[in-house]
């Protein structure tokens, strides 16, 4: 089965940090791209879609490069509440999860 | 805001018994997804369910596996005889169009003993 890879992390960094995370997928026919977040012991959480021309929302920002099968996600400004584990998905005709970057933002 | 609904939050079964894992998708949702998450472990699909039948399923979901909607608002996953491996969580998840966002419940945690 095609594969999501993802840094394997874990991050720290102090609040008020910028930190990137990147993704590479496999399967050239994907069609859709997301970041969602997941706390421990819950639901994945829709952060962002990824659209081709990247975008943003808010201190996130997310990129895509079909030609490289590469995803980004950028977080400026840390917060303490964006301690969570953010997992890219790809969505050939079912979500396919990488297995997810921890990230720990510390005071 | 609507959700996914899922019960029950925790199940603890005997190795071989029968489990049915309920879930209510989104009113106007017409795409249905179970997926399971080994603790430590990334998220794995299960299988997809649309317009009353399956439309994709994953080598995880073997004939221990069956889903089911049978009525209007729940959609089920059944495990046949449970195997201590089929310990997990197992989450619902729904959405409007294929490849678009689904919206995942809160997860039911199984353990088998």
């Known amino acids: 089965r095609k594969e999501v890879e993802q840094d394997p992390g874990p991050f720290n960094v102090p609040e008020g940090a910028t930190v990137a995370f990147n993704c590479t997928y496999s399967n050239s026919a994907s069609q859709s791209f997301f970041w969602y977040r997941q706390d421990c012991r819950k639901e994945p959480k829709l952060l962002m879609s990824?659209?081709?021309s990247g975008n943003e929302d808010g201190r996130f920002t997310a990129q895509l490069n079909r030609a490289s099968q590469y995803i980004s996600l950028l977080i400026r400004d840390s917060k303490l509440s964006d301690s969570a584990t953010y997992l890219c998905v790809v969505n050939p005709s079912d979500l396919i999860f990488g297995k997810g970057t921890k990230l720990s933002v510390k005071p | 805001e609507p959700e996914v609904t899922q019960t029950p939050s925790h199940q603890v079964t005997q190795m071989g018994q029968e489990v049915i894992l309920r879930c209510v998708p989104i009113s106007n949702h017409l795409y249905f997804y179970w997926y399971r998450q080994i603790l430590g472990q990334k998220v794995e699909f299960l299988v997809s369910f649309y317009n009353n039948e399956i439309s994709e399923k994953s080598e995880i979901f073997d004939d221990q596996f069956s889903v089911e909607r049978p009525d209007g608002s729940n959609f089920t996953l059944k495990i046949r005889s449970t195997k201590l491996e089929d310990s997990a969580m197992y989450f619902c998840a729904s959405g409007v169009e294929i490849q678009e966002t689904q919206y995942f419940g809160p997860g039911t945690r199984l353990l088998v003993l």
């Open positions: 990824v659209y081709s």
